[in-house]
């Protein structure tokens, strides 16, 4: 009897024991910078339990980005985005952003925009915990897109069109001119105030597109560009010292030019630009001039668009430009089109995607690569495509393909979400650095 009752407490116990409700685990997140880790540590689970860790924020359109991570807790019960790889989820290896740049739409939703598209200065998440498909803990986060107090002015004077980025404090500011592609307009204004806040006064130029500029682009003078260079170094807020360039595609042929036509142009970083000068609106005349005079465009043998290409827009499918004259030019018509970037003593960063389905950047680049010898660095981005310079960990899963015609005509810019937002971050990192070093 007395063994009896003893193993009766004992059980009791026991199930006392096993009804005795675990603490909920807790949630550590917290933001910063946008070039910075993101910060999301669970405590409090069992070792080996699994957790899914999300990410979501509601853009300026009103759209859902969701990103997420399915990870195992270490002996301590606890998870760190930043030192462990999610086993499953939006996102693989360890990485400390990768619930920021991994966010992407519903499934079925439909795209009109590749981007997260968030004008203010940073970016509301909210950070939660889900083990056994309930939620257990959630926290609100703040991530800066920007230094807070940098200040932007839209410009229309002297000619000039665009948009004035000021870091905070009166200066002076070494200058940077931040060129946008062949789609027109001001440039990334979002990126201008990113490289605002690193200390250097940003003119984000538009160079066709807009009233009082030429509509597309043909045609365009260097000059143009060569009068931004001396208005910005004018300003009170800018040092004399020289300026910086930076591009992006065709605004990375422009930078080309004007490192090669300036004096006063110090570094150039031409991003999935081209060392050779491309056709204009009108295939038979140059998107620039200097002095008067076309600047030779390249030629080839190739007629008009590849049928093939007109059969993906059809179908539905992005449109890949790479398979275009850039592609088939030869070594003698790529030299006869080059942009004399040895002219200029500025030092260059030359950055092309290894899977760029725009057009072949490496090549391009190439060309200006080997004009230049020492003084250019050309950095191959591994895995990544033609979109590549932004503001970086930004929801960038859909930028392997931009909608020039939304809903209708898709281009193919190429490249993993993965390989594209690394090599967003380290190009913008790379950016950063010329200009420090340089001005």
Not at 46 to 57: F, I, L, M
Not at 90 to 110: A, F, K, Q
Not at 175 to 200: N, Q, T, Y
Not at 411 to 422: L, R, T, V
Request: charged share 15%; proline share 9%; glycine share 14%.
């Amino acid at each position: 009897m007395r063994r009896g009752i003893g193993l009766l407490a004992v059980g009791l116990l026991l199930a006392g024991c096993a009804g005795t409700p675990r603490a909920a685990p807790a949630l550590d997140g917290g933001g910063g910078a946008i070039d910075g880790p993101l910060k999301a540590v669970v405590r409090g689970l069992a070792p080996g339990e699994q957790a899914v860790v999300w990410a979501r924020t509601t853009d300026d359109r009103g759209r859902l980005w969701t990103s997420w991570g399915v990870f195992a807790a270490d002996r301590s019960g606890r998870v760190d985005i930043a030192t462990q790889s999610p086993t499953s989820g939006s996102y693989t290896g360890v990485d400390p952003t990768g619930l920021l740049w991994s966010m992407r739409l519903p499934s079925g939703e439909l795209v009109s925009d590749p981007f997260a598209v968030v004008r203010g200065p940073e970016l509301g998440l909210t950070i939660g915990v889900d083990v056994g498909g309930r939620t257990l803990a959630q926290s609100p986060v703040a991530v800066q897109l920007h230094t807070p107090g940098v200040r932007s002015v839209p410009i229309a004077e002297a000619g000039l069109v665009g948009d004035l980025h000021l870091p905070p404090g009166p200066g002076p500011h070494p200058g940077v001119i931040l060129l946008g592609g062949s789609d027109g307009g001001r440039p990334d204004p979002g990126l201008g105030r990113f490289l605002a806040g690193k200390g250097f006064a940003v003119l984000g130029l538009a160079y066709f597109g807009l009233p009082g500029l030429p509509p597309a682009l043909e045609r365009i003078p260097v000059e143009y560009g060569t009068r931004a260079v001396d208005w910005l170094r004018t300003r009170p807020d800018v040092s004399d010292g020289p300026v910086g360039v930076v591009g992006l595609s065709r605004g990375g042929e422009f930078a080309l030019l004007l490192g090669a036509f300036s004096s006063d142009v110090g570094a150039v970083a031409s991003v999935v630009g081209s060392g050779v000068v491309f056709p204009g609106a009108t295939p038979t005349a140059s998107s620039w001039t200097h002095a008067g005079a076309e600047l030779p465009p390249l030629t080839t043998d190739s007629a008009g668009i590849p049928p093939a290409l007109l059969f993906s827009a059809t179908r539905g499918r992005p449109v890949r430009f790479v398979d275009t004259q850039g592609t088939t030019a030869t070594p003698e018509q790529l030299d006869h089109a080059a942009i004399p970037v040895e002219r200029n003593n500025a030092a260059y960063l030359l950055v092309s995607g290894e899977r760029d389905e725009m057009w072949p950047s490496q090549r391009l680049l190439d060309v200006a690569a080997r004009r230049l010898g020492d003084r250019a660095e050309h950095v191959v981005q591994p895995g990544a495509g033609h979109f590549i310079l932004g503001v970086p960990n930004l929801p960038t899963s859909y930028t392997s393909a931009v909608p020039l015609v939304p809903e209708v005509f898709w281009a193919a810019g190429g490249g993993a979400p993965q390989a594209n937002a690394a090599a967003t971050a380290d190009t913008v990192r790379r950016v950063v650095e010329l200009f420090r070093e340089e001005l």
